[in-house]
């Protein structure tokens, strides 16, 4: 009988586990991993993973690690183009997509800039008009989606966008490397280049920012003469 009762407790054991593991076979994934597991967000979350390695590169400063930092800044830059490119391509714009790829730019270009401030190589008043530049023109956008209104993005926003990478890549690579042009070897002063580069940035930034701002208020005045025509 003893037996009997250990056969029996065994196999209703084996019968809950079975139970439980087909429960979980059962259930559905939520949302947010189901969104989250395609090819461009899987690039996103990469371009993140990256920003560590790359303050480890550009944090030792000497002429290969700051050569090496540029080409991490530049690959995390490469794969915002083609996660983007992906995702409209494949029709794989998610939830996700949108809050974690505006996220990883900012977090990669704010680590850049803090540890090139920190570096010496760009002034402190340029990184802040940047930053500024950002947390202005992602508020009037979240006041603006909240409102159910969309600000497109204007050229001299990607002017803006443009210069600023190259011209941090720039800064990132800091010393002076020869330029190979196939029939001439130039020396480039990359410091100079990204400088430049990155002031030009700041003047598009604050263009940018102001060009945002009218167009909000421009939909904020179309909108409430629309009020007052439906209240006429």
Not at 48 to 72: C, E, K, M, T
Not at 152 to 172: M, R
């Amino acid at each position: 009988m003893a037996a009997m009762d250990r056969a029996e407790r065994a196999a209703r054991k084996r019968q809950k586990k079975e139970e439980r593991a087909r429960r979980r076979a059962a259930r559905k994934q939520s949302v947010l991993v189901q969104e989250f597991w395609n090819l461009p967000n899987i690039l996103t979350l990469g371009r993140i993973l990256l920003i560590p390695i790359f303050v480890w590169f550009i944090y030792n400063a000497d002429p290969l690690h700051s050569l090496l930092a540029g080409a991490v800044f530049a690959v995390a830059s490469i794969t915002d183009v083609v996660d983007g490119y992906l995702a409209r391509r494949w029709n794989l714009i998610t939830v996700v997509g949108k809050f974690m790829d505006p996220l990883a730019d900012k977090l990669i270009a704010m680590a850049a800039l803090v540890m090139l401030v920190w570096l010496g190589r760009i002034a402190a008043w340029v990184v802040i008009i940047l930053l500024a530049r950002e947390l202005i023109v992602s508020g009037l956008r979240t006041i603006a989606a909240s409102e159910g209104m969309v600000i497109a993005a204007g050229q001299e926003g990607k002017w803006k966008t443009s210069l600023q990478l190259v011209g941090i890549i720039s800064l990132c690579v800091h010393y002076e490397h020869p330029l190979d042009l196939g029939f001439l070897v130039v020396p480039v002063d990359y410091h100079k280049v990204g400088t430049v580069l990155v002031y030009l940035s700041g003047a598009f930034s604050v263009w940018s920012a102001v060009v945002y701002f009218r167009a909000f208020l421009a939909m904020l005045a179309r909108r409430g003469s629309g009020a007052d025509a439906q209240k006429a």
